[in-house]
């Protein structure tokens, strides 16, 4: 797929991995629609991008859609489409004092992330299967976002680890569903990234938690997540698979 003159929407680009695939999209030459929380900062970075903002709550499904098509009308097609949007709880299955995981928080999280990435690619699908193809046969590219946690995940992560393994489990079938109209859906599962939840934090904790790495032994970039979301874009091969940007890290137990 080329870049220069195609159409992006971001969810969750007004930060971090997300964002910064966004700015390596349209440096590339693509156009951009940034769709995050109303209390982010999405108005400003979609004014330093050259694109528009649009606020949504992913786990709104109906909104969702009315947002989405509005995107689109603004764009008048979308090829490539990048969601980051997620989060989780910190509880075990029982805790040490006999207390079971609360539903409601699994519920919650399996939402956030698992349901609210199938609802997004369903919505943006519909509008890219009308995308006249390219001259392979392309039409687009979904990019959801997973966690090495949904391979190795850790001691109060089960919420977390039951939604990102989601994720990357109907990636492959996904793909499949779409691939006879020239869509594409891929997943990257990257480590811990300075982003989010972890940016700020102090160095010595940040060499503690990424010491399993095999190289580099740090904290991942943003521009480093973007670097393999804009690769996955470009290369038609690409297609089905969950790739971990993780620096050879395996989380331990805790």
Do not use: W
Request: hydrophobic share 45%; charged share 20%.
């Amino acid at each position: 797929m080329e870049i220069s003159g195609a159409n992006a929407i971001f969810v969750g680009g007004a930060s971090g991995m997300c964002r910064a695939t966004a700015e390596q999209f349209v440096e590339k030459g693509g156009n951009v629609i940034i769709l995050d929380l109303e209390k982010s900062n999405g108005a400003e970075v979609a004014s330093e991008l050259g694109g528009s903002f649009l606020p949504c709550n992913v786990m709104d499904y109906d909104g969702m859609a009315t947002v989405i098509d509005e995107a689109v009308d603004k764009l008048g097609s979308v090829q490539f489409s990048v969601n980051t949007a997620g989060g989780g709880v910190a509880q075990r299955t029982v805790q040490k004092d006999g207390t079971r995981h609360s539903l409601d928080d699994f519920r919650r999280i399996i939402d956030l992330n698992l349901i609210a990435s199938f609802n997004i690619n369903g919505l943006i699908a519909e509008h890219m299967i009308k995308n006249d193809p390219n001259d392979v046969g392309e039409r687009g590219v979904m990019i959801n976002t997973a966690s090495i946690a949904a391979f190795e995940g850790q001691i109060g992560q089960v919420a977390y680890t039951a939604a990102k393994g989601g994720i990357a489990a109907m990636t492959l079938t996904m793909a499949r569903d779409l691939g006879t109209h020239g869509i594409r859906c891929m997943t990257i599962a990257p480590s811990l990234f300075d982003t989010g939840l972890t940016a700020g934090i102090p160095e010595q904790g940040a060499l503690n938690l990424t010491k399993d790495a095999a190289f580099p032994k740090r904290m991942g970039m943003p521009h480093e997540y973007a670097t393999m979301a804009i690769a996955i874009y470009e290369c038609a091969m690409m297609n089905g698979s969950t790739v971990r940007v993780d620096a050879g890290q395996r989380f331990a137990p805790r």
